[in-house]
């Protein structure tokens, strides 16, 4: 299970770099996964303490497409599983964004895992700002 996470938390971050750096093509079949990816309670809660739900994110991702320059990157590190149950699947890892400068976060995100072999979806995800 550990490594069916870690490949989720890195497609999607390869996914959301390419999004929102314009490398890829700006369609509704390019979002498709993403968006199918996150359950229909998902909700992220950001180093500020806003808390979205899948509704909105889903609207200001698709927004953010292009906006960032084409050398913007999102690196992961230190993933670490942290719990697995028959249905449920925590992990941590730390996210990378660079840029002009780099900044980080360190993230714990909740799983599900879907029956008959059918995957995962993103349930829940914290984010707590790192230094330096």
Known sequence: MESKCSLEVVKTHQFLESWMGGKTEKREIEFKRFRDSLAPDFTIVYPTGQVQNKKTLMADIWNSYGLRSSS??????????RLVSNSLCVVT??????LEV?????CTTVFRILPENQGL???????TRLSG
């Not at 890892?93 to 660079?98: A, D, G, I, K, T």
């Not at 979806?121 to 984010?127: D, K, P």
């Open 72 to 81: 913007f990157s999102i690196e992961i590190r230190k993933f670490k599983c």
């Open 121 to 127: 979806e993103w349930v829940l995800v914290h984010e």
């Open 102 to 106: 780099s900044t980080g976060r360190i």
């Open 93 to 98: 890892y730390e996210e990378w964004f660079h």
